[in-house]
């Protein structure tokens, strides 16, 4: 790709993109997302053109290397000037050291502008920088309708997203495109290297639709560029055509060449493998540059590239003039606005959150949910967010915020994502990388969460702060049986580096739990909440100790270490309290824990867990209506893990979870047994 697509990127990077490569995190940039991350060495090569301090020369020279600013894939973490993440790296730094890749990067004219050797290959989750694409070009089309004025234009930037053949392929690619047509993002430009190619071979194996004529069914602007010969007026006609759209996003097609100008030019085997030395030395001669060594720049080249340095400094300047008069004129929103710029949030805002007390009515751990999100939207002017088809069941409505909808009510909060679990997660990213102070959430059920996994993983390794808000969190759901029922959810979820899931288990816990969530900025949470009721108030729960992931909910006796300790999330730490009432009747010391966030836990000092978990006391009993895995780390070796190792069954919840064991008598019939081993 890096071949065949060189002088669309160079066309965007030198004279269609508007950027500041000094303040890389300027709001009012354009953003640019290559979804088809494999090509990462052309966008890195763009980046140095552009004078990105994260991309100079020795970084491109160790390209996949352990630990260098240029992976195998886009990081957004790794590299600055990239905006999301569209790939993953680890996986291929042992490959790549052992084996040689090469890519030549021309821009096919007689002076052989560059010249580059790379360890390079290709994979990763494509389609997701669709998605985030999306997110994107949402955010700022949000943020223009809420703080734009006639006069004054404080949020006014584009998108530009590369996808490939691969991309194309993907599902989530096809949701995402379905919204940005639905929700008119018309300052989103979609271009598409159609090389005819993936890994396999010919894109005929797999593919024999017309996908320009797909994107024009889903309510796109289409445009078709031959870019074989490198056609840069045929892209900057297209992109004019893209820039006058004034209701629809751009698709434009650019017919290209995979492997220009190599032995393997235009067959799948560019894809991947290796460039000898005898084909990178023909390539050489065919663009006139025999006598180069490698990463030989011309310091015309350089001169050249690099005067969009001091265009973005003037355009950066230019925005900070507006803001000022903007500042100026209207104080109230400017406040907001800059507010949202710093990632802050207004101080005390936490204090909105509801607080329960024992006389409150019971409510489901979704019901409190919604109670807080409510809340929170009225003083997080940075919360927005939807759910796939469920808002009503995942109570995850921001009231008399409005719906997101071009041209009626563009400034609305509430997104409306349709069934498309995949694609409202990638978008998620989009939205919380974007910048401007948004929060963004996404909801949908529990059982779901395997639709948009990948978007999940994302959210974690490229830092982004999603709320995910996932609702029938267990076989409480009861009547709708093992398809909705999840059961090995909570241990795959759990599994996922940095992401914090929580699984409160009343309302106070839950409002803590939200805490946490807005408070983390840099890490995708997850709540795991419930259908069926449970109590607003658990005698011992605490909002505050959240935060620490584990506590003590009850104790028998402050001075003596118990007996046993049974362990519980969400209903089911009522069902250990219960327990452990009847047990302390019959004169046995019984500590109950909470359980609520096994990272936050994990991350506490030694002497924390030590005290809420004390090793001396061995017989322990976890008690959660889903899959067992990871239990054994807290009961350890002669504990017990009450779970479920089966998919569920269909009947009302208090009789599927009397089948499965999770009732007041079994906990306590299952602590005794141990009690007396």
């Known amino acids: 790709m890096a071949l065949g697509m060189a002088e669309v990127a160079y066309f965007l990077y030198r004279h269609a993109m508007r950027y500041n490569s000094t303040s890389p995190k300027w709001f009012n940039r354009d953003r640019f997302v290559l979804s088809a991350g494999h090509g990462c060495l052309l966008q890195y090569v763009c980046l140095h053109f552009a004078s990105f301090q994260s991309v100079q020369i020795e970084d491109l020279k160790c390209l996949c290397k352990l630990g260098s600013q240029t992976p195998g894939h886009p990081e957004n973490v790794v590299t600055q000037g990239i905006e999301v993440t569209t790939g993953y790296e680890l996986c291929w730094i042992f490959h790549c050291r052992i084996r040689r890749y090469y890519c030549f990067l021309s821009n096919h004219d007689q002076h052989g502008i560059f010249n580059f050797q790379f360890l390079c290959h290709t994979t990763g989750p494509l389609g997701q920088g669709v998605a985030n694409a999306v997110g994107l070009a949402l955010a700022e089309a949000n943020l223009g309708a809420r703080y734009n004025k006639p006069d004054v ?4 930037h584009r998108t530009y997203c590369i ?17 940005a047509a639905h929700w ?83 067959t799948s085997k560019a894809h991947h493998g290796t460039f ?29 590239t690099r005067a969009q340095t001091d265009i973005g400094g003037r355009l950066e300047q230019e925005w900070h003039s507006k803001l000022n008069y903007y500042q100026n004129k209207y104080p109230e929103e400017a406040a907001e606005f800059k507010l949202l710029l710093a990632d802050r949030m207004l101080p005390g805002w936490e204090s909105s959150l509801p607080k329960w007390s024992m006389s409150d009515p019971v409510d489901s751990t979704r019901g409190y949910s919604g109670k807080c999100l409510n809340t929170l939207a009225k003083v997080l002017p940075g919360l927005i967010g939807g759910s796939a088809d469920l808002a009503s069941s995942n109570q995850a409505y921001l009231h008399n915020l409005g719906d997101f909808k071009q041209p009626d009510s563009p400034w609305g909060r509430n997104i409306r994502y349709g069934v498309r679990e995949h694609a409202m997660a990638g978008i998620s990213n989009g939205l919380a990388l974007h910048g401007g102070g948004l929060i963004p959430f996404a909801a949908t059920f529990l059982v779901f969460s395997d639709y948009m996994k990948n978007s999940v993983r994302l959210s974690a390794l490229s830092h982004a702060g999603v709320l995910y808000i996932l609702t029938h969190d267990s076989v409480g759901i009861g009547e709708d049986g093992p398809t909705h029922q999840p059961i090995e959810h909570l241990a795959g979820l759990r599994a996922i580096p940095h992401l914090l899931l929580f699984r409160p288990a009343d309302g106070k816990e839950t409002a803590g739990a939200y805490k946490v969530a807005i408070e983390n900025r840099s890490v995708p949470s997850l709540l795991a909440l419930s259908r069926q009721k449970v109590a607003a108030n658990v005698e011992g729960t605490l909002a505050d100790a959240v935060r620490k992931g584990g506590y003590i909910v009850s104790n028998k006796s402050e001075k003596e270490l118990p007996e046993i300790i049974l362990i519980g999330t969400r209903s089911e730490l009522c069902l250990c309290e219960a327990s452990a009432n009847v047990l ?13 966030c096994w990272r936050l836990f994990d991350r506490q000092p030694r002497d924390y867990k030590e005290f809420v978990l004390p090793s001396s006391v061995s017989k322990r009993v976890s008690v959660e209506a889903g899959s067992p895995l990871g239990w054994k780390e807290y009961v350890g070796d002669e504990g017990i893990v009450m779970g479920i190792d089966d998919f569920g069954s269909s009947g009302p919840y208090s009789e599927v979870f009397n089948k499965y064991g999770f009732t007041e008598e079994n906990v306590t019939k299952t602590a005794k047994s141990l009690l007396t081993k």
């Not at 234009?153 to 006014?156: K, L, S």
């Not at 001669?285 to 060594?293: A, I, T």
């Open 153 to 156: 234009a404080v949020v006014d």
């Open 184 to 266: 008119k993002l018309h300052k989103l430009t979609l271009i598409y290297d159609d090389n005819h190619n993936t890994i396999d071979g010919s894109t005929d194996l797999a593919l024999s639709e017309d996908i320009s004529a797909r994107f024009e069914a889903l309510g796109w602007n289409t445009i078709t560029m031959d870019n074989s010969e490198g056609n840069l007026d045929a892209f900057k006609n297209a992109l004019i055509s893209a820039h006058s759209e004034t209701r629809k996003p751009t698709f434009i097609r650019v017919k290209t060449i995979i492997g220009k100008l190599s032995k393997k030019e235009g």
């Open 584 to 596: 302390r009747k019959e004169g046995t010391r019984v500590r109950v824990v909470s359980l609520v």
């Open 163 to 179: 996808m490939g053949d691969g991309c194309s392929m993907e599902g989530i690619s096809n949701e995402s495109a379905s919204l």
């Open 276 to 304: 000898d030395d005898d084909d990178v030395k023909q390539m050489k001669q065919r663009v006139k540059w025999d006598d180069r060594e490698p990463f030989h720049v011309i310091p015309m080249v350089y001169r050249e």
